[in-house]
């Protein structure tokens, strides 16, 4: 997808230049510098030998042009556009105007331009939400294909489509809270990487009406869904909680197991199992990702199942939330085929909330 370039102002006359172009008459000469314009050097990514000053908001980053016209299509088209004729230059390097904000192109020069963590594996990764999903940001637009790969990778560690990846990484890589899921959505309806979709969506799902206030940034300014993904959510979290009656029903409307040699007390057993878990709020949460298997080894070991029925309850516990885990694309969020959007009639989300 192509940048807005319209966003980018690759060259501004400053004030300066400009009132001296009136005065004199002549054109403005590349060579000219003016004095600092309206931005501050940033502390961290100033420079002395660099090549280019990137401005956000009221912050300039002096850096290395080649280098990161080397990692980025757009930064390498954006910068050729602004020679040999700079209308404005500080310090001898071309100025070049930026619509993100200083914090966002700060964590992009993070990655591209590391000051410090010079590690060629480290196992201590430490971005945090607003980081990765300014570099996820930032990457797809200025087209930087490896570095968005690898912000998108850290995420799709705990965001995966598969059921086995999510069962053993119940530890986020990035820890992102219910809320920022929010932003989940919307980052991967950007960069078009469905798989992430499923398990955000859920995770909006367990917001419950808190969904429609959005997430509110750490700049203040707050994200909502697009109204076609809130549909989804709205719908899923009614389909979510009647699954969850079906899972209770799955795993403890059963026989004792096949090595059960006790079996009549452990069918006494499940039974009362059964009304305690009926009684739970779990019974019509839709948080139906999270698994019984505490209430099977506390509730069996009080009512005397026999170790073998609680293996097998454990088990039915992970076949049921595998079997809704295949469900959450399609018919929990109405995901087209290969995570494509499917179209949802308003009057669907009215009926499943009716
Ligand atoms: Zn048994």
Sequence with gaps: MSPDRQETRPLKRSRTQAAQDDLSGSQPSSKMETTLGDFERSEEFWLEDGSIILVAQQTGFRVYRALLARQSTVFSNMFSSSTPNAEEMVEGCPVVYMSESAEEVAHLLHVLLPTSQRTLFSRNFSFSFEQISAIIRLAHKYDIQDVLDQAIASLAHFFT??????ERNKKQVVDVTLAQSIC?????????????????LY??????STVLGGYKHDNASVEHLHPDDLRRVIRGRNRLAKEANEMVAEIFISDPCARCTTRASCRDALRRMLEIAVADDGCSSPEVLRSWDCGIENWGEEE???DACQRAAVERDTTARRHVWNKLPDIIFGLGVDGQVADIEANDVISETA
Aim: proline residues 6%; negative net charge.
């Design 203 to 208: 995770q909006c799902a367990l917001l419950g």
């Design 304 to 306: 005397g199942l026999c």
């Design 161 to 166: 489509s598969d059921f086995d990846t999510w």
């Design 184 to 200: 989940i959505v919307n980052l991967a309806r950007l960069v078009d990487w469905p798989s992430l979709l499923p398990v955000a």
